[in-house]
Structures are given as structure tokens and as C-alpha cells.
């Protein structure tokens, strides 16, 4: 599903002239990071006698948030990270390492939002549930360090990842996991399968986020952080939708 926030036309379309971009690590970031969803517009970049002609419309346009978060909502390109690097036509200071260190994304491509966070038959469901079918790789959202992986109980095979602010998330019911405890993990970087081990019905993620190790409702902690779980929107950083 795609949404769109927004129907503000593109107002800097057929400028000749462009200012230009600041050289500002907030600019950069977010220059490579929509280099890297895909966007058509931004795809020609490298085609072009002068790729800097191409970068302030992109800036301008990251002005208006929504913009760049219908173009991030769209993951169908995304999925292909590793061509990111060849891709890029515009030039930038912050490497990408830098970029997803900040950013916060959706744990899958598509899905289907299931289950809310709350009391579920006299119990607290501690997560929220993203169906996907088995096997569908299910990626970190946001950057950090793996401190369990491996069977546990209810869980099945799980992830937990936790942050550099100290959160922890934690990915439920896999079929199978790609990293391990000890690793370092990137957003956006695969790290098991959609899959329906433990206390589970139905093949689904369960998406956990614990604050000062208490469970708390992942669609506000993520709304906060600039991923909407309903509405399937990533942000490329957090500012951008505090802004
Ligand atoms: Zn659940």
C-alpha cells in the first residue's frame, strides 16, 4: 500500500535556476537517503551532464516532509540495498554508515497490521502483529546492537536488538534468524524471517518495544521516531517528522 500525504504539486519543476544546496549534514543525510528509496525523479540523476543540477530540487523538496515520506512509503525499490551505492548521482559528506545510524524505518515491505498492543483475552499482548507470509525477511528499525538471538519460549526465534538510547525491540515467531548475539545491526539490515515458532498463530511478526525495560505500545514509540505502523510510513530520520 502506498500512501500519500500530500498533493503539493511540484512547484520547482522547470526552475532553471536552483539554489544552491546547503552543505549541511542534515541536507546530505537526507540527500542519500532518498538517493537510496529508489525515486524516480532522483534516478536520472546519474544520466545528467551535471548531477548538481538535480540535487537542490531534491532539497527543496525535502522541505515539504510529506514528500519525502510518500517517496520513502514507497518500498517496492527498496528492497534491492545493496545497488544503493551504485546508484547514488549525487555526491555526499556523510557516508551512509552515518545515515542509518539515525534512521528509523519499517520492519517489513508490506504488511498486514493485525493485532494492537494492549490487554488480549485478560493478558497483555506486550507487542504489535505484522502478518506477512512465511519466510518474507523482516528487517532492523533502527540501528543497534543484537543482544539475544535464538530460541525463547513464547517468542520463538527471536531477535532483540537494543539501541543506543537504550530501547530495546524485539522481533518475535521467526522461521529463521541471520544475525546473532554480540552483532551490530544497521536499519533496514535482514534479520531473520517472517515465520510462526513459538506462541503464535498464524505467520506473522511480533514486534516488541521495551523503554527502561518495561513494554510499552510500539505504535507510539515508532510514531515518535517517525515510522506510522498503520499507515506504513518510514522516516529517514527521526527529525524529519518532529519537524
Ligand atoms: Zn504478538
Do not use: C
Not at 544503493?84 to 504488511?111: F, I, M
Request: charged share 25%; glycine share 10%.
Amino acid at each position: 500500500m502506498r500512501q500519500r500525504l500530500s498533493s503539493e504539486p511540484d512547484r520547482y519543476r522547470g526552475r532553471r535556476r536552483v539554489p544552491t544546496p546547503p552543505r549541511s549534514r542534515y541536507a546530505a543525510v537526507v540527500t542519500s537517503a532518498f538517493v537510496g528509496a529508489g525515486v524516480v525523479a532522483l534516478g536520472a540523476a546519474s544520466q545528467l551532464p551535471d548531477a548538481k543540477a538535480v540535487s537542490p530540487t531534491v532539497l527543496q523538496n525535502l522541505e515539504e516532509a510529506s514528500v519525502a515520506q510518500d517517496a520513502l512509503a514507497d518500498r517496492s525499490a527498496d528492497d534491492d540495498r545493496a545497488s544503493r551505492s551504485e546508484d547514488r548521482g549525487v555526491s555526499t559528506k556523510v557516508s551512509e554508515e552515518e545515515a542509518a545510524e539515525q534512521a528509523w524505518l519499517l520492519p517489513l515491505g508490506d504488511y498486514e497490521f493485525t493485532s494492537a498492543y494492549g490487554v488480549r483475552f485478560g493478558k497483555l499482548h506486550a507487542g504489535i502483529d505484522l502478518a506477512a507470509p512465511e519466510g518474507t525477511p523482516y528487517k532492523a528499525v533502527h540501528a543497534g546492537t543484537v543482544t539475544s538471538a535464538g530460541y525463547a519460549g513464547g517468542y520463538g526465534y527471536a531477535v532483540t536488538v537494543k539501541h543506543d538510547d537504550g530501547t530495546e525491540m524485539i522481533y518475535a515467531h521467526s522461521r529463521r534468524l541471520f544475525v546473532k548475539a554480540g552483532d551490530k545491526v544497521k536499519a533496514g539490515q535482514v534479520l531473520g524471517q517472517v515465520g510462526n515458532t513459538g506462541y503464535s498463530y498464524g505467520t506473522h511478526l511480533h514486534l516488541e518495544v521495551h523503554v527502561n525495560g518495561a513494554p510499552t505500545d510500539p505504535i507510539v514509540f515508532l510514531r515518535n521516531h517517525g515510522v506510522d505502523i498503520k499507515l506504513k510510513i518510514e522516516s529517514v530520520l527521526g527529525t524529519l517528522a518532529a519537524s
